[in-house]
T-cell receptor, first 116, second 115 residues
Framework: EAGVTQFPSHSVIEKGQTVTLRCDPISGHDNLYWYRRVMGKEIKFLLH????????ESGMPNNRFLAERTGGTYSTLKVQPAELEDSGVYFCASSPLGQGPNYEQYFGPGTRLTVT | AQKITQTQPGMFVQEKEAVTLDCTYDTSDQSYGLFWYKQPSSGEMIFLIY??????QNATEGRYSLNFQKARKSANLVISASQLGDSAMYFC????????????FGSGTRLSIRP
């Protein structure tokens, strides 16, 4: 079974540009999550999809970030325009539907975003 | 407020020794899950071990065990007989029944194993 995959693995862009990160969850996983780790700080929750619906987007930092999950399969996270403080590692995770707090979320390898 | 604290930013341990990574948490919820993840230099997050708040026995998974002390709100990870491949970042994390969407992470501990 393939794990969570993320693309690209690393992106370097200039301030003001746009970047789109992609996440492919494990097949059949209806829950999809985005997290990010800004340098030296904790990994922070960004948002949670259940299928194509946003269940919780309380962690999205501002309106420069737009997440979509059309069709309930893969998800994209667009940053437009990117700022220096957006640099960090963006993780995607997925889990099957109906699981409570005692089940893990399966994480992807992350996308390292560098804004210069 | 719900919070995870890892007070050890970095640790060095001799190969084959046991190591304890500290984790304390703060919550008023009664139902929650505690996790440890490993992040090697390659970047992926690897699930290691889980402990439920109502579990009476400490969780164990191979060389990993979780020293769960509920009254003290601590969930330390113990790695027995450390190996060079254990060198990585280790994150303590929590998930709550009332809001199972998100996982809250600690700041991590970088473990380095010396040969």
């Amino acid at each position: 079974e393939a794990g969570v995959t993320q693309f690209p693995s690393h992106s370097v862009i200039e301030k003001g540009q746009t970047v789109t990160l992609r996440c492919d969850p494990i097949s059949g996983h209806d829950n999809l999550y985005w997290y990010r780790r800004v340098m030296g700080k904790e990994i922070k929750f960004l948002l949670h999809f259940v299928k194509e619906s946003k269940q919780d987007e309380s962690g999205m930092p501002n309106n420069r970030f737009l997440a979509e999950r059309t069709g309930g399969t893969y998800s994209t996270l667009k940053v437009q325009p990117a700022e220096l403080e957006d640099s960090g590692v963006y993780f995607c995770a997925s889990s099957p539907l109906g699981q409570g707090p005692n089940y893990e979320q399966y994480f992807g390898p992350g996308t390292r975003l560098t804004v210069t | 407020a719900q919070k995870i604290t890892q007070t050890q930013p970095g640790m060095f341990v001799q190969e084959k020794e046991a190591v304890t990574l500290d984790c304390t948490y703060d919550t008023s919820d009664q139902s929650y899950g505690l996790f440890w993840y490993k992040q090697p230099s390659s970047g992926e997050m690897i699930f290691l071990i889980y402990q439920g708040s109502y579990d009476e026995q400490n969780a164990t998974e191979g060389r990993y065990s979780l020293n769960f002390q509920k009254a003290r709100k601590s969930a330390n990870l113990v790695i027995s007989a450390s190996q060079l491949g254990d060198s990585a970042m280790y994150f303590c994390a929590m998930r709550f029944a009332v809001d199972a969407s998100k996982i809250i992470f600690g700041s991590g501990t970088r473990l380095s194993i010396r040969p």
